[in-house]
Structure formats: structure tokens, C-alpha cells
T-cell receptor
Framework: DAKTTQPPSMDCAEGRAANLPCNHS???????VYWYRQIHSQGPQYIIH???NNETNEMASLIITEDRKSSTLILPHATLRDTAVYYC????????????FGTGTKLQVIP | NAGVTQTPKFQVLKTGQSMTLQCAQD?????MSWYRQDPGMGLRLIHY???????DQGEVPNGYNVSRSTTEDFPLRLLSAAPSQTSVYFC?????????????FGQGTRLTVV
């Protein structure tokens, strides 16, 4: 699985969009970008994933650059409940899902 | 829909004791795995299973055993607890089908070994 690089922490004002970056310069053509988050002391929660097209669901949007070397998770209107550690993971879809987590980005949403 | 259920939520063990952390899922997922999370660190894979009767080691398997006799259950056994095994343990499960591979996690078991 490709290695990812994320900033250790970020702040975001409540109601504003939170943009969380992730670098994955060694990503392979068949690897997807997945995002999970972990709210304090809880189990990680799946957010979204994509291959090369931008993706959107009820939780977030995922923007992947054309060269696929980086991506951005966007929480359009951050709330206090979005305060969590966000993990960017790059891996092959299908087959066994041996999810490998880094240390993620600690997002603090500020009132 | 219960998802992934872990028991117990909290446990204190004495050094040398053994115990089993339980994990059950009701989504008919083929894949299940155990992770541990230590303060300030990401999750590290202990053991995983790709189906009933099939298990394999992850990054940090020493001191732990697993078995998978049914699709639903994937217990983690600590053979002889050590203080270094104080951690939060998470169980996860997922489908194998492409594009349906997001993992679902339990709420964790907080283990303290004294």
C-alpha cells in the first residue's frame, strides 16, 4: 500500500468548510484513496473513497488531483461533532482489506 | 442492525492472566481483523481473517492468538497478558467485493494490564 502524508493537526471554524489534505505521491494506478475518521475513543468510521474522479456523499466530498498524487477531503459545513482524527489511506480495492492507518490529522472545530 | 459488537468494553488484567476479547458481526462479512491503538499512534494490525477457518498474522501478532470458526465471530486471545499489551483494541469487518470494501469498526475494548 502507498504511504500517505497528512498534517498532524488543523483548526476550522464551526460552519466553515474544513479542507483536509493528503499527499500520496507513490500511489499506484489500481489504488484507491479512502478516508476514515475517529471521534474521541470511538472506533474508526468510514467516510468516503475514490479512484480518480471526485466523489461526494452525505458526509463529505473527496477531490483527487489529476495526477492522483494528492487529495483533499472537504467537510462542507463543519460542526463541533466533526472534531476527530481523520485518516487518509491508499490501498487496492477488492481482495482482503488490510487497512493500514497512519497517525492522521487531528481536526479541531472551533465554536 | 448491530454492526460490529465487541465485548467487554473495559477490562483490567493482572500480568500473566489470559483472556479472550470477543468480536461479532451480523453483516455476513468475509473479512475480519483486530487492531490495537496505543496513545498518539494509529491503529496497528494484529491478526486478520479472510473467511471461516482462515487466519493470518498482521504487523504485531506476538502474544495473541485468533481463530475463525464461524463467519460471525472472530475472538482474540491473550495468552499471558503483559503490561505492554495495555491498549485499546478494535475489531473490524468488511466485504470482499470491489467498491464495497469499506471497513466497519467496533467501539473498542480498553484493556489495562497491571
Amino acid at each position: 500500500d502507498a504511504k500517505t502524508t497528512q498534517p498532524p493537526s488543523m483548526d476550522c471554524a464551526e460552519g466553515r468548510a474544513a479542507n483536509l489534505p493528503c499527499n500520496h505521491s507513490t500511489i499506484s494506478g489500481n489504488e484507491y484513496v479512502y478516508w476514515y475518521r475517529q471521534i474521541h475513543s470511538q472506533g474508526p468510521q468510514y467516510i468516503i473513497h475514490g479512484l480518480k474522479n471526485n466523489e461526494t456523499n452525505e458526509m463529505a466530498s473527496l477531490i483527487i488531483t489529476e495526477d492522483r498524487k494528492s487529495s483533499t477531503l472537504i467537510l462542507p459545513h463543519a460542526t463541533l461533532r466533526d472534531t476527530a482524527v481523520y485518516y487518509c489511506i491508499v490501498r487496492v480495492s477488492g481482495g482482503y482489506q488490510k487497512v493500514t492507518f497512519g497517525t492522521g490529522t487531528k481536526l479541531q472545530v472551533i465554536p | 442492525n448491530a454492526g460490529v459488537t465487541q465485548t467487554p468494553k473495559f477490562q483490567v488484567l493482572k500480568t500473566g492472566q489470559s483472556m479472550t476479547l470477543q468480536c461479532a458481526q451480523d453483516m455476513n462479512h468475509e473479512y475480519m481483523s483486530w487492531y490495537r491503538q496505543d496513545p498518539g499512534m494509529g491503529l496497528r494490525l494484529i491478526h486478520y481473517s479472510v473467511g471461516a477457518g482462515i487466519t493470518d498474522q498482521g504487523e504485531v501478532p506476538n502474544g495473541y492468538n485468533v481463530s475463525r470458526s464461524t463467519t460471525e465471530d472472530f475472538p482474540l486471545r491473550l495468552l499471558s497478558a503483559a503490561p505492554s499489551q495495555t491498549s485499546v483494541y478494535f475489531c473490524a469487518s468488511s466485504y470482499s467485493a470491489p467498491l464495497k470494501t469499506e471497513a466497519f469498526f467496533g467501539q473498542g475494548t480498553r484493556l489495562t494490564v497491571v
